[in-house]
């Protein structure tokens, strides 16, 4: 059935870089829209960032401009890259389908701190 595996989280410093990947299988990658979810503690997880399978993206207010998402079909890769990263962007980060969202993977834990 349905895998998600995250990884590429980390420690970083305010200001820094870090780039997240999910390999996905289970399910014919290629004609699903795919996002990036954060949760953070104590906080509801919420969508960040996501690409449709037409490579349309959209983000949230809160990343705009600092993050890229990205996807390679042919690998079942979809990939965070995240720059001038803030406190404020600590969490657990996780991919997953858009709408479709009852399985989720281990996330990935990035954490902003100096």
């Known amino acids: 059935q349905v895998q998600l595996v995250e990884s590429g989280g980390g420690l970083v410093q305010p200001g820094g870089s870090l780039r997240l990947s999910c390999a996905a299988s289970?399910?014919?990658?290629?004609?699903?829209?795919m996002g990036w979810y954060r949760q953070a503690p104590g906080k509801q997880r919420e969508l960040v960032a996501g690409i449709t399978s037409g490579r349309i993206t959209n983000y949230a207010d809160s990343v705009k401009g600092r993050f890229t998402i990205s996807r390679d079909n042919a690998k079942n890769t979809v990939t965070l890259q995240m720059n001038s990263l803030k406190p404020e962007d600590t969490a657990v980060y996780y991919c997953?389908?858009?709408?479709?969202?009852?399985?989720w993977g281990q996330g990935t834990q990035v954490t902003v701190s100096s």
């Open positions: 997953n389908r858009l709408g479709r969202t009852t399985t």
């Open positions: 289970g399910f014919i990658f290629r004609i699903y829209d």
